[in-house]
């Protein structure tokens, strides 16, 4: 298809000049380029064909081996004055951001082709959508858009010939990490990305323009772009109730937006709809309450630990048309890693390319992962068991709870209720979480992460945290907002909770509230359940295991206190005065205990 979109074709011309590839190919989102695509990728070795007999259009990728999860101290927000980006983004000053990135942008191309590709976050046509345009020389980029956006002529058609678009520009150049960047300019609604080819920092539809770039449009818009799950519980009666979840990357995220119910549940006729499992677009109707949308068209999980008991419904979900980053590639052309379904295989190739076999030891004796802890699937939305009916609806879905959760062993008990929406915010600006395998450093060490979104707030958090209290003074019917922590440890260090599908149990206390159907009791942190009102049929938990769960220890919190008011201090005077005051409330509530 051909477009008119003088801007768009202006620009396209621009970076070819500057990148100079041998050719330029429109993506048109069609199943015969696609495969064409492949057969390329297949024949420079950029991706390997998988055993289509037992993963039908099923492609493995390999990425550089500095080059395997975001790499966050190399991503900036590039606005005029470093404030606006604020104390928790790198910054770097526009002109200068783009100068540098040009010189390492510059023939990047040189023997490559350049493909473009026109892409919608959100359903074609849906007011909650928006529309970019990435340009690459990576393949495995191409068909990874394709699985994750709704991408191809569709999207030029919806954008006709002046439509507004965010301009993103990849390249590999050459994968070199000490030039690598990835650059967020929101007052130009750009985004570069060079010497990267790590998901993450490269499907420039997903983290880079659904959260950083929308964050910052949905501030000036009115409304949220948020690190959120979106999932539907059906009940006998078929009622459903939508929920929004946040929790930092590989912290039972996607598991939770897939979720099976335990028999107990099923009998009960409880149903888990999928709608999303990553991001939430969340806009005030008429009825003020929030609808959301997901903005994705597909998964982009991580692998290990994921099997059929921990998150069946992904297991399933991946069986086709799947592109696997990262793993172990057995013999017979099939993937495995770490926590997988079946036997360990006695030989493999890792995921840099050498031969495996689990007796392998490092240097300092310990095994030799056969997968990256950050392996990757990218699989289309709509091969999960669980697809909500409602997940392409242009309208989206009514939220009726916001769920906040972390990883800590100690301090937050399994689950609390805020008393207000206010409280919520600061419930969510509190949110400490271990650091996970998705983030490129330590690992193990607590980090402070406000409804998960310290990675990808592209602007201000205190203004960010001023714009979640200003729609909650627009909303007159508000979400419910409720803190979980899956990961309680007892004095052993084992998880006292067994999460996963058992989550629903937690899951239908958070409804009973919502719809005002029990009480809770009153704490200084917020409202905790009576134990009596959580379904524990079937579960072994001794009463010293319950009582641990619910927990509130008033020294481990009045010690949060001091750290969250440190953490405060960084934002100065834009951070808003609410949240001190709920900070000096909490404190006066632990206190008087």
Same mark, same amino acid.
């Given at each position: 298809?051909?477009?008119?979109?003088?801007?768009?074709?202006?620009?396209?011309?621009?970076?070819?000049?500057?990148?100079?590839?041998?050719?330029?190919?429109?993506?048109?989102?069609?199943?015969?380029?696609?495969?064409?695509?492949?057969?390329?990728?297949?024949?420079?070795?950029?991706?390997?064909?998988?055993?289509?007999?037992?993963?039908?259009?099923?492609?493995?990728?390999?990425?550089?081996?500095?080059?395997?999860?975001?790499?966050?101290?190399?991503?900036?927000?590039?606005?005029?004055?470093?404030?606006?980006?604020?104390?928790?983004?790198?910054?770097?000053?526009?002109?200068?951001?783009?100068?540098?990135?040009?010189?390492?942008?510059?023939?990047?191309?040189?023997?490559?082709?350049?493909?473009?590709?026109?892409?919608?976050?959100?359903?074609?046509?849906?007011?909650?959508?928006?529309?970019?345009?990435?340009?690459?020389?990576?393949?495995?980029?191409?068909?990874?858009?394709?699985?994750?956006?709704?991408?191809?002529?569709?999207?030029?058609?919806?954008?006709?010939?002046?439509?507004?678009?965010?301009?993103?520009?990849?390249?590999?150049?050459?994968?070199?990490?000490?030039?690598?960047?990835?650059?967020?300019?929101?007052?130009?609604?750009?985004?570069?990305?060079?010497?990267?080819?790590?998901?993450?920092?490269?499907?420039?539809?997903?983290?880079?323009?659904?959260?950083?770039?929308?964050?910052?449009?949905?501030?000036?818009?009115?409304?949220?772009?948020?690190?959120?799950?979106?999932?539907?519980?059906?009940?006998?009666?078929?009622?459903?109730?939508?929920?929004?979840?946040?929790?930092?990357?590989?912290?039972?995220?996607?598991?939770?937006?897939?979720?099976?119910?335990?028999?107990?549940? =099923?009998?009960?006729?409880?149903?888990?709809?999928?709608?999303?499992?990553?991001?939430?677009?969340?806009?005030?109707?008429?009825?003020?309450?929030?609808?959301?949308?997901?903005?994705?068209?597909?998964?982009?999980?991580?692998?290990?630990?994921?099997?059929?008991?921990?998150?069946?419904?992904?297991?399933?979900?991946?069986?086709?048309?799947?592109?696997?980053?990262?793993?172990?590639?057995?013999?017979?052309?099939?993937?495995?890693?770490?926590?997988?379904?079946?036997?360990?295989?006695?030989?493999?190739?890792?995921?840099?390319?050498?031969?495996?076999?689990?007796?392998?030891?490092?240097?300092?004796?310990?095994?030799?992962?056969?997968?990256?802890?950050?392996?990757?699937?990218?699989?289309?939305?709509?091969?999960?068991?669980?697809?909500?009916?409602?997940?392409?609806?242009?309208?989206?879905?009514?939220?009726?709870?916001?769920?906040?959760?972390?990883?800590?062993?100690?301090?937050?008990?399994?689950?609390?209720?805020?008393?207000?929406?206010?409280?919520?915010?600061?419930?969510?600006?509190?949110?400490?979480?271990?650091?996970?395998?998705?983030?490129?450093?330590?690992?193990?060490?607590?980090?402070?992460?406000?409804?998960?979104?310290?990675?990808?707030?592209?602007?201000?958090?205190?203004?960010?945290?001023?714009?979640?209290?200003? =729609?909650?003074?627009?909303?007159?019917?508000?979400?419910?907002?409720?803190?979980?922590?899956?990961?309680?440890?007892?004095?052993?260090?084992?998880?006292?909770?067994?999460?996963?599908?058992?989550?629903?149990?937690?899951?239908?206390?958070?409804?009973?509230?919502?719809?005002?159907?029990?009480?809770?009791?009153?704490?200084?942190?917020?409202?905790?359940?009576?134990?009596?009102?959580?379904?524990?049929?079937?579960?072994?938990?001794?009463?010293?295991?319950?009582?641990?769960?619910?927990?509130?220890?008033?020294?481990?919190?009045?010690?949060?206190?001091?750290?969250?008011?440190?953490?405060?201090?960084?934002?100065?005077?834009?951070?808003?005065?609410?949240?001190?005051?709920?900070?000096?409330?909490?404190?006066?509530?632990?206190?008087?205990?």
């Amino acid at each position: 298809m051909k477009t008119q979109h003088k801007e768009l074709l202006n620009w396209i011309d621009e970076m070819a000049k500057m990148c100079k590839p041998d050719k330029i190919v429109w993506i048109d989102g069609s199943d015969k380029q696609k495969e064409e695509l492949k057969k390329e990728a297949f024949k420079t070795g950029e991706l390997i064909e998988l055993n289509q007999k037992i993963l039908p259009g099923c492609v493995y990728h390999r990425t550089a081996i500095n080059d395997v999860a975001r790499t966050e101290h190399l991503t900036f927000i590039c606005t005029k004055k470093k404030e606006d980006a604020g104390p928790t983004n790198n910054w770097m000053d526009p002109e200068e951001a783009y100068k540098k990135a040009s010189s390492f942008f510059s023939n990047s191309m040189v023997g490559r082709i350049m493909y473009v590709i026109p892409f919608s976050m959100g359903p074609v046509n849906s007011k909650f959508s928006k529309i970019g345009v990435e340009l690459t020389d990576s393949i495995y980029v191409v068909l990874n858009m394709l699985i994750m956006t709704n991408a191809g002529d569709k999207v030029l058609e919806a954008l006709g010939n002046n439509g507004d678009f965010t301009k993103c520009l990849h390249s590999k150049a050459e994968l070199d990490i000490n030039k690598r960047l990835i650059l967020h300019f929101p007052q130009d609604n750009t985004i570069w990305s060079v010497n990267s080819g790590y998901g993450g920092n490269v499907l420039l539809g997903k983290k880079c323009l659904s959260l950083r770039i929308a964050s910052y449009l949905a501030r000036y818009e009115g409304w949220l772009a948020e690190h959120m799950l979106i999932i539907g519980i059906e009940d006998k009666k078929g009622n459903i109730t939508y929920i929004a979840g946040a929790f930092p990357s590989a912290c039972g995220k996607t598991n939770l937006a897939m979720l099976i119910p335990p028999d107990p549940f =099923i009998k009960k006729g409880y149903k888990v709809w999928t709608v999303g499992d990553d991001i939430a677009w969340m806009r005030i109707k008429d009825d003020g309450r929030l609808w959301a949308i997901n903005p994705e068209t597909g998964f982009f999980g991580v692998l290990p630990g994921t099997n059929s008991k921990t998150n069946p419904n992904a297991i399933k979900t991946m069986q086709k048309n799947t592109i696997y980053t990262n793993t172990l590639l057995k013999e017979d052309g099939t993937v495995w890693w770490e926590g997988a379904d079946g036997p360990v295989p006695e030989f493999g190739f890792d995921w840099t390319g050498k031969p495996w076999n689990p007796n392998l030891k490092d240097e300092s004796g310990n095994p030799v992962k056969g997968a990256n802890p950050n392996s990757r699937f990218t699989a289309p939305i709509k091969q999960c068991p669980s697809i909500s009916p409602f997940v392409n609806d242009p309208e989206g879905v009514p939220i009726s709870a916001i769920i906040f959760g972390g990883r800590r062993a100690t301090l937050a008990p399994l689950i609390y209720q805020s008393f207000n929406w206010q409280h919520g915010v600061f419930t969510g600006s509190i949110m400490a979480s271990e650091i996970t395998a998705a983030q490129y450093g330590a690992q193990g060490k607590v980090r402070r992460d406000p409804m998960a979104m310290i990675p990808f707030c592209g602007y201000n958090m205190g203004d960010y945290f001023k714009h979640w209290i200003n =729609i909650g003074k627009r909303l007159s019917n508000p979400p419910q907002i409720f803190h979980v922590n899956w990961f309680r440890t007892n004095k052993n260090g084992n998880f006292i909770w067994p999460g996963f599908g058992d989550n629903i149990r937690v899951l239908e206390w958070i409804i009973k509230r919502c719809n005002n159907q029990i009480e809770a009791d009153k704490t200084p942190i917020g409202f905790i359940p009576k134990i009596k009102d959580i379904d524990l049929t079937g579960l072994d938990l001794k009463q010293s295991d319950l009582a641990e769960l619910f927990k509130i220890d008033k020294k481990e919190w009045l010690e949060e206190v001091e750290q969250i008011d440190q953490f405060y201090l960084q934002f100065g005077d834009r951070f808003p005065e609410e949240l001190k005051q709920e900070l000096n409330q909490l404190k006066e509530r632990l206190t008087n205990i």
